[in-house]
């Protein structure tokens, strides 16, 4: 999608929305392999709002940090799974390990030269390869002076569901007790970090434990998101087809109306309550859990959260 293209979204959800307080997020695929990406983040600049992305590192110098930074930059996170051996296997690539350790380092040092300038976090996908060392990483990420880490669960999607990663229902509650533990953990010297879960399902006793807010999936209701070929969803893991709420190409790059007049499946989850969510009385906290574990809007999610831990 070209810069003018994004642009002409940017100056419709600025028109047509009294909030201003917006964050836009550049994800991906990988957001560094854009060359414009500094003309994109100009552009959301020029229009008065925040920016930031989710980035592997690995297109990451020095110069190019300080250019984004210039073109309005406030928010950047790294995905992390691991020391080298753990983190470098998963991606297949001998260097990512190295790029991402220094992408830290360039962000701490910013962010102590000039505080509140940038927020960063680390993310963390935990799976069967990872899950052992996570004490280990733990202090390691400390002594990097990371302030903020997210740690994710792999789920069945795509290479993941063809590899044998997701954990067990053991293994996800030792990592509930992990993040909990850690959310009050100090080192000797008294450095802590702030770790929370992501955003994904309904955790039951261990709600408000192992993140700072209660589960909700903000899909459709305050995130919102339009996709490199111009179609138009909620964030960019709810990929299905149900969820596609329209293009931008075929709308005359009219997102606000698209979001004041449709995304009705996301709003009322009424038609998650199939399956075995259809008997679970734990359904009202949840609304079906997260809408990337559903294929389309008529089906139960592929995890349930509540489920492995009970």
Partial sequence: MPVSDFAKVLDDIKAHNSYKNLTICITGGEPLLRKDLEEAGNEIKKRGFRWGIVTNSLALTPNRFVALLNAGLSSISFSIDGF???HNHLRQNEHSFEKVQEAIKMSTTFQKQFPGRLVFDVITCVHRGNLGILREFRDYLIKMNVPMWRIF???PEGRAAQND???SKEEYRSLMDFIVETRS????DGKSIHLNYACEGYLGSYELKARDYFFFCRGG???GSVMCDGSVSACLSVRAKDFIQ???YEENFE???LWNERYQNMRDRSWSKVGKCAKCKNWKNCLGNGLHLHEDAKSEPVRCNFEFLN
């Fill in 165 to 167: 990663l997701a954990l």
């Fill in 255 to 257: 997102f606000m109306r």
């Fill in 84 to 86: 080298k051996t753990e």
């Fill in 246 to 248: 329209g293009n931008i």
């Fill in 221 to 223: 209701v305050n995130v």
């Fill in 185 to 188: 953990y100090k080192t000797k």
């Fill in 153 to 155: 669960s792999i789920f």
